[in-house]
Each structure stands twice: as C-alpha cells, then as structure tokens.
C-alpha cells in the first residue's frame, strides 16, 4: 500500500506555544488529507478534512483558529496547534486518499502524540 | 444515533483459536464501504479488510474474513487461527458514498487480547 509520514512521531511541549504536525504522502498525490485526534482508550474522531489548494472543513466543535490546517501541496498537510494546553494532549493521526493506490483505501500516518505540559 | 457500534469494549481468545469482533452500522445511503483496522499499542492504523455495500461476496484477507449481513446491517471482523500478535485495538469503520476521499466514521473499538 501507498505510504503516508508523519512528522515529529513525538513531541512535548509547554503550555501557550505551537505546534505543527506535518502529514506527507511519500508515493501518491493524495487529493485529500484528513486530520483525527485520539484520545487514550478512545476512538478516532475526525477534526477536519483538507483538500489540496483549499480551506480546511472542520467538524463541528473544533476550533478552526485553534488547529490550522494547511493543505498547500498534493503530498504535504500540515496541523498546527496554536497555544496548546495541556487539554490538547493527545493522539493526532492523519490519513490521506489520493489518485493512486487503491480506490477504496485511505491510507494513515503512524501518528504524533502531543504531550503539553 | 450510532453510525458504527462495536458492542464488545474487549475480548479474550485463547491462541489458535477463532474469534468474532461484531459491528454494526448504521446508515441509509446505498453506497458505502466498511472497513477493519488493528491499532496496536504502537497507535498505526493497520488495514485489515474492506468491504463494498454492492459486493457479493465476503471480503476474505489471509486469516481475516468479514461476514457481511447487509439486511441486518451487520459486519462483523473473523479472525481465524489467533496469534499473540493479533492482540491489539481493532476498529470498524464506515465510509458513506464512493471514492477513497470521503471520512470515515469510527466505532468505538474492541480491545482483543489472545492468550498463550
């Protein structure tokens, strides 16, 4: 299957900074990315969908000024949460659909897990 | 109402044994697909098996097998011969519509643990 990165896999920060999470497809165009956060023992819940070249959609109770989602090329999308808090702690996993690979697949990151102190 | 109910928050089975994780889903477009993945404590989303509303046939992946009930909306994950590597958080998904760019929609997950 096609293979989506995410970068850092990790990442502590302290309280009020910001943090970007990238999310690239390494061998496919992926037209859409999509952005879930997991908290533990919980499921996926999707944050937003990005499309290549247009605004983000996000789902309803995310703070669109909060989680910037930049989507500016076919195999980069980037999460970026602003002043983080400590609520904010969690799993965020990208996933990505694109036009190649398989027609019924999307295909996901390993995963960053945010620790805000 | 519950797009997707995993019913069973985790399972046991012994080694080599067989085990059922159910789902069942909830939806009223005709096209959609339904989805398996394994999440280990590692967090990746492993795919296991997917099947189409129009497909005939029960998806079948090596010793993964999905038994599709469409009338009673149903999609329960067979994993056949378990090993200690099967031990993990197992997901089934729903996508509404055609075409890979549409979200999926998340059960709330079946903790299985296999033992020796």
């Known amino acids: 299957g096609a293979v989506v990165s995410q970068h850092p896999s990790w990442v502590i920060c302290k309280s009020g900074t910001s943090v970007k999470i990238e999310c690239r497809s390494l061998?496919?165009?992926?037209?859409?990315m999509f952005w879930y956060r997991q908290f533990p023992k919980q499921s996926l819940m999707l944050m937003a969908t990005?499309?290549?070249?247009?605004?983000?959609?996000?789902e309803q109770g995310v703070e669109k000024d909060k989680f910037l989602i930049n989507h500016a090329s076919l195999t980069l999308s980037t999460l970026t949460v602003t002043s983080a808090h400590p609520e904010d702690s969690s799993f965020y996993i990208c996933?990505?659909?694109?036009?190649?690979?398989?027609?019924?697949?999307?295909?996901f990151g390993p995963g960053t897990r945010l620790t805000v102190l | 109402a519950q797009k997707i109910t995993q019913t069973q928050p985790g399972m046991f089975v012994q080694e080599k044994e067989a085990v059922t994780l159910d789902c069942t889903y909830d939806?009223?477009?005709?096209?959609?697909?339904l989805f398996w993945y394994k999440q280990p404590s590692s967090g990746e989303m492993i795919f296991l098996i997917y099947?189409?509303?129009?497909?005939?046939q029960n998806a079948t992946e090596g010793r993964y097998s999905l038994n599709f009930q469409k009338a009673r909306k149903s999609a329960n994950l067979v994993i056949s011969a378990s090993q200690l590597g099967d031990s993990a958080m197992y997901f089934c998904?729903?996508?509404?519509?055609?075409?890979?760019?549409?979200?999926?929609?998340f059960g709330s997950g079946t903790q299985l643990t296999v033992l020796p």
């Open positions: 996933s990505a659909a694109g036009t190649s690979g398989s027609y019924n697949e999307q295909f």
């Open positions: 099947q189409g509303s129009y497909d005939q």
């Open positions: 939806t009223s477009d005709p096209s959609y697909g």
């Open positions: 061998d496919f165009q992926a037209t859409t």
């Open positions: 990005s499309n290549e070249g247009s605004k983000a959609t996000y």
């Open positions: 998904a729903m996508r509404e519509g055609r075409g890979s760019a549409r979200q999926l929609t």
